[in-house]
């Protein structure tokens, strides 16, 4: 298994995280490359160069069976094309699993015809592609003749026993993700202050790495320093602490694949408040598990937000709701062996 470090903030490691909590690390015999890490730039291509050095090796003795490398895109899919290339070479099986949120926007308008043809031919050649969703499905299917395409949703793992309501403090609204643009953060602080007149006891924690120092002034600017916090990257009890206290979870973002603190959010029994883009559509159904709004239209995620913070009944039925989607469709138990059949199907390896 090819992809960033563990330790590395983003979905990628998230997902391969659950994958080694659910067990799947003991059910085959997988071993781990990581060929990125947050550093500084040498040890970084420490860090590639080292993967690729490895991977080599093991191809030429003969140890590899399968490679499943998880990409995103711009460097991370020029990265994981060496180690595609080279199992190609090697008649070594490959699953090409897709994460990138802006990988259309990479390929569309990024890319000239060279780099997409390099791009179409990766996928082209893949013993199979893994998407996130059937949004994306539809459009990988429009640039490859690949046939094996499928949609496996990101598996998460459930809180056990789940949280109880009464342990949320009223009024405060989580996000998680990198702090810039493309998560909306902009559009969550101005909807917050629009929001501060009145809704008493508003107030927003605000996960994550990035342009916090240019947030944090931008909430400053719009009179919202007792109502934003930023936590900086949240892991382990940090995080679930945090999951357990929020009484909403908002990711009001412009691009995604299907992003794990969304799945992490309902699994933890929040409803979401977020945007109609890539595959939350398909973990969240609008007034049923949360609101969604178009990305951009701050009108509509103030309303919503507002309509939330106002109704906690609504807020407890929504929870619920999601908890229920993700124990159903998004819980480890129930993905995992879907990854694990493709191993079975294109490798030696036996569980």
Known sequence: MIGTDPDTMGGISAVVGVYRSGGMFERFPIEYLSTHRDASSIVKMKCFATAVLRFFVKLLQGRVELAHIHTASRSSFYRKSVFMLAARLFRVPTILHLHGAEFKIFYEQECGPVRRALIRSVFDHAGHVVVLS??????VRGITRNPAVSVIYNPVMLP??????????PGRTLFFGRVGPRKGVNDL???AAR????????HVHIGGDGEVDKATATAAGMGLKNEVSFLGWVRGEQKARALAEASIYTLPSYNEGLPMSVLEAMAAGLPILSTRV?????AVSDGVEGFLVEPGDVD????RWRQML????????????????????????AILPKIENLYRILGKATS
């Open 278 to 282: 890539g595959g939350i559509p398909e």
């Open 134 to 139: 059937e949004t994306w499905g539809n459009w």
């Open 195 to 202: 929001l501060k007149p009145t809704c008493n006891g508003l």
């Open 300 to 303: 509509a995620l103030t309303e």
């Open 189 to 191: 602080l101005t909807a």
């Open 310 to 333: 106002q109704d906690e009944a609504m807020l407890r039925r929504m929870g619920d709701a999601a908890r229920r989607k993700v124990e159903t469709t998004f819980a480890a138990e």
């Open 160 to 169: 056990r026993p789940a949280i109880q309501w009464n342990a949320r403090v």
